[in-house]
């Protein structure tokens, strides 16, 4: 006890005369000259220090009040360790409220070890001196400080952040919450409010799946590992020299699953999905700024493209006569004098030329990693242009409802996966056409006393139905053939029997002219005898 009260007597003077000559330093030195030895200091001790420090900020200096990527990727990547090592954490609510991640607190240590070599990552905090209060973002700086041996600068620099960095941002994709988008209606003056987002979103809850999706198995295997490949090609994609994107159109009769095909892409690669409206999109450049707001593992869709805009058919069309162009000229000027009223809404402006350059031109490389999926009843009335190879590389086509795609149904519906009534039913599936929505329709029960034996029986006298309306319908359009047919005929021979009588009808006039021409001609004769 004695020795401890010597060690601070002793210690005292030393710490007041360390105070006074920090006070002499500070009060009667230069700033200037505090400046240098200050930097010459570092100089002196980081000759001997053995170490090296990286710092990453929490908010880019250059970014519109957005905390960095960088930073929220370390954070991502420190969770895993900061459970086990740090003694205070800080919670961060992911997905909504449904989930919470854990991080180190501010002034917090962890270690972190990369082949071998170990590292310390330490959360620190900058006070600011500031009174006032900042409505964008925190005056108090957070940063992230690494600190390895200089020994390892090149393993660090060049391959243990990237390894962070990658690794926090596919945690961070695995943990987030997936979004549906639709875009917000354009101004008019096309300005726009700072914080104003063009795009809306919700939380993507979509159940639908390649397992529950009801098509051909062989054919569904086909999509899902087309998509695989697609995911796992970015350095392909580089190397060829194409933007890593992807077009996919779905055709087919309306319920054949369109639709919930686009959300079993994204449930099975994890991606968003951003559904633009292009009715809502003023122009060409409101387009291209949406693109540019989307972000990469996102599937943009535009549904019934064919009814969306003026897109489709042939970019020109002859002119038409002149009395159309008037009347058309004439409607125009209508809609102007009301929309100067405010009677009419403004049209969207996109052409067709807009939307290729949206797919395929020097704008959709950015970002990366995203798919462009059309989806039509009508093909046909579609441009080549618009659905070329290269635009839309894959076309899908969704048609009616087979017997592969029926048992998938029965499976998801009534949970059985053979049935008594199996037979009869593949039978009418090859001789008639239902779409998977009607047969899902059919087999799902209607009360708690239907059965699956309730649900077969309704689902045959439906298919027996549509197998007799289908006859009828033949036979009508049959009928209306035959009689067209007919008519046709019957008009030829019309023409045919106005063609026959004026040919008599001439050859009567000719012969009554040359009766006349030789009565004439005897006469003449016959005056000058």
């Not at 033949?474 to 026959?500: D, H, I, T």
Request: hydrophobic share 35%; charged share 35%.
């Amino acid at each position: 006890m004695m020795m401890m009260q010597d060690v601070w007597t002793q210690l005292g003077p030393t710490i007041a005369a360390i105070m006074f000559t920090w006070t002499m330093y500070q009060n009667y030195f230069p700033r200037e000259l505090r400046g240098h030895i200050r930097r010459y200091t570092d100089k002196i001790v980081s000759y001997f220090y053995p170490y090296m420090h990286i710092i990453f900020h929490e908010y880019d200096t250059d970014g519109w009040f957005e905390r960095s990527k960088a930073y929220v990727a370390i954070e991502r990547y420190l969770s895993k360790n900061s459970c086990t090592q740090a003694k205070r954490l800080k919670a961060n609510v992911v997905k909504d409220g449904q989930s919470v991640v854990l991080t180190m607190d501010d002034h917090e240590e962890i270690t972190d070890e990369y082949k071998g070599e170990k590292v310390w990552w330490i959360s620190s905090q900058k006070l600011s001196n500031k009174q006032t209060i900042s409505l964008w973002k925190e005056d108090d700086k957070r940063y992230f400080k690494l600190k390895f041996h200089r020994k390892n600068r090149e393993l660090i620099t060049n391959l243990y952040l990237k390894y962070v960095l990658d690794e926090g941002k596919a945690i961070a994709v695995r943990e987030r919450q997936r979004k549906l988008y639709t875009n917000n209606k354009g101004e008019s003056g096309g300005y726009r409010y700072r914080g104003w987002r063009i795009w809306s979103q919700v939380v993507f809850e979509h159940p639908s799946t390649f397992d529950t999706l009801a098509m051909d198995p062989n054919k569904k295997q086909e999509i899902m590992d087309d998509l695989q490949t697609f995911r796992k090609s970015k350095d392909y994609y580089a190397k060829i020299g194409k933007a890593w994107k992807r077009g996919y159109l779905l055709y087919g009769p309306p319920g054949t699953g369109k639709s919930s095909m686009i959300a079993a892409m994204a449930n099975f690669l994890e991606y968003d999905i951003y559904d633009l409206e292009l009715t809502a999109v003023k122009d060409n450049t409101e387009l291209r700024r949406l693109l540019i707001d989307t972000t990469s593992k996102s599937i943009i869709v535009i549904e019934d493209i064919d009814c969306s805009l003026d897109l489709t058919g042939q970019r020109e069309e002859k002119k038409k006569k002149k009395d159309e162009e008037d009347k058309e000229k004439d409607e125009k000027d209508a809609i102007v004098k009301k929309m100067k009223k405010g009677e009419v809404k403004e049209k969207s402006e996109v052409t067709l030329s807009g939307l290729l350059n949206f797919i395929d031109g020097l704008w959709s490389a950015i970002g990366g990693e995203r798919l462009i999926v059309f989806t039509t009843n009508y093909v046909e009335k579609l441009d080549p242009a618009l659905i070329r190879r290269g635009r839309m590389d894959k076309h899908i086509v969704l048609s009616y409802c087979c017997f592969e795609s029926f048992k998938v149904l029965a499976y998801n519906y009534l949970d059985v996966e053979s049935h008594d009534h199996f037979p009869e039913i593949r039978r009418l599936l090859g001789e008639t056409n239902m779409t998977p929505a009607d047969i899902a329709e059919n087999l799902m029960p209607k009360s708690s006393k239907e059965n699956a034996d309730t649900c077969m029986k309704r689902l045959i006298e439906a298919l027996e139905n549509a197998k007799e309306e289908a006859k009828l319908k033949a036979k009508e359009e049959e009928e209306e053939r035959a009689k067209a047919e007919k008519e046709k005929e019957e008009k030829k021979k019309e023409l045919a029997a106005e063609e026959a009588d004026g040919v008599k009808k001439n050859e009567k006039s000719e012969s009554n002219g040359t009766k006349e021409n030789g009565s004439a001609k005897e006469n003449g004769d016959v005056s000058k005898d």
